[in-house]
């Protein structure tokens, strides 16, 4: 059943991918003339990785692992959608980086004869997606050299909660006919599968996969407008309210694989 999900997302990224990349939302023209892509949240937390190995699990078309690329990192991109990659490698060439890029399920992903990676990375909007965490978690361990970091940023599921949705996993998935969080995606409507995964069942099975956590940090804000009801109280800040308290909308993970 889940093989029927995961392929019923990659048509829907496929349709989406295209609106995206002209968005004003993703904004590709000052990603071309030099701006990063990358978020106050993940640019403080994240270790310098010039030189390093870093393999971008769920990249969508690659504005972030490029954006790594741009600061020395030696980057492989992983991501379900074929118009997805085909978008990186186009920017990959106009932005003249050297990151390679894999058209895969991420369960399905090989590294093939290359060693492991020195950091697994991924973030905002991945973990939905995935029907089984310890699938998931084999795939970071399995690609990380001992020592070698993870960190994930995620959505908080404490925002699923507030917005109707279960914060606890289920076998079966939410499937839902969805627009698209970008500016210009009217008219865009595809059937998506989603799974709940609270923060316990991220953090466990890391553990269980030979992830040691080294740090945990929640956000009271996400730096994307892509929530109905987000205020924008500091510029690239958009916050939540819930009776009067801010909900958490990020959490960041970090961890090495110890054995």
């Keep these: 059943m889940s093989e029927h ?6 048509i829907a990224w496929d349709q989406r991918t295209e609106a995206h990349y002209k968005s004003n939302f993703y904004d590709v023209p000052s990603f071309l003339s030099g ?3 990358l978020r106050e949240i993940e640019l403080a937390e994240m270790v310098p990785v010039e030189g390093r190995r870093l393999l971008h699990l769920q990249c969508h078309f690659g ?21 997805s990659i085909e978008k990186a490698q186009q920017l990959n060439r106009q932005a003249g980086l050297n ?7 991420i369960y399905k992903y090989q590294r093939g004869s290359e060693p492991p990676f020195d950091i697994v990375f991924s973030s905002y909007g991945t973990i939905c997606w995935l029907p089984d965490l310890k699938r998931w978690t084999d795939i970071v361990a399995t690609n990380l ?22 914060y606890f996993n289920a076998e079966k998935p939410d499937i839902e006919k969805e627009g698209t969080y970008t500016e210009n995606g009217s008219g865009i409507t595809a ?11 991220v953090i466990n099975a890391l553990l269980n996969a030979g992830i040691a956590i080294t740090r ?18 500091e510029p690239g ?23």
């Design 191 to 201: 059937t998506m599968a989603t799974w709940s995964h609270p923060l316990s069942d």
């Design 99 to 105: 990151a390679t890029f894999v058209c895969s399920d």
């Design 35 to 37: 701006k990063t892509s």
């Design 237 to 259: 800040r958009f916050y939540l309210s819930h009776f009067g308290q801010d909900v958490p909308l990020v959490y960041t993970l970090t961890g090495r694989r110890i054995d």
């Design 216 to 233: 945990v940090n929640e956000h009271p804000f996400s730096p994307y407008n892509c929530f109905d009801g987000l205020e924008e109280r």
């Design 145 to 166: 050299v001992v020592g070698g970091m993870l960190y994930l940023a995620e959505f908080h599921p404490v925002h699923e909660l507030v917005s109707g949705y279960r």
């Design 5 to 10: 999900h995961i392929e019923m997302n990659r």
């Design 63 to 83: 504005l972030d692992t490029l954006s790594w690329a741009r600061l020395g990192a030696n980057c492989t991109r992983v991501d379900l959608s074929t118009v």
